[in-house]
């Protein structure tokens, strides 16, 4: 099972940037998909996610009205639509799936991607 998440770069504040999770070895319907972040000297938080049912998405207060996720069964592919983007979201961004409900620890995700950073410049 391999997650690869990409889409980030450099952007100032109040951009948008997309970022991607491409899945292989097992598809995205058959697990809750979250997406967490860690920022330099911070614990890595949960950003949103996505249930296996892919019906309902959750996200944390922080990026409320900004992100958006959605999936592509086609492809097998999670995004993660970020707007009006504040310097506050510059972290490494990180998909992560599990078998169970979606839940926000991110000690209870089973695989990860590697990571795609994102740099919000004022």
């Known amino acids: 099972v391999q997650l690869q998440a990409s889409g980030g770069g450099l952007v100032q504040a109040g951009g948008s940037l997309r970022l991607s999770c491409a899945a292989s070895?097992?598809?995205?319907?058959?697990?809750?998909v979250g997406w967490f972040r860690q920022a330099p000297g911070k614990e890595r938080e949960f950003v949103g996610g996505?249930?296996?049912?892919?019906?309902?998405?959750y996200y944390a207060d922080s990026v409320k009205g900004r992100f958006t996720i959605s999936r592509d069964n086609a492809k097998n592919t999670l995004y993660l639509q970020m707007n009006s983007l504040k310097l506050e979201d510059t972290a490494i961004y990180y998909c992560a799936t599990r078998t169970g409900i979606l839940v926000a620890d991110s000690r209870r995700y089973d695989y990860w991607g590697q990571g795609t950073l994102v740099t919000v410049s004022s």
């Open positions: 070895g097992h598809t995205f319907s058959s697990y809750a």
């Open positions: 996505i249930r296996r049912s892919g019906d309902s998405t």
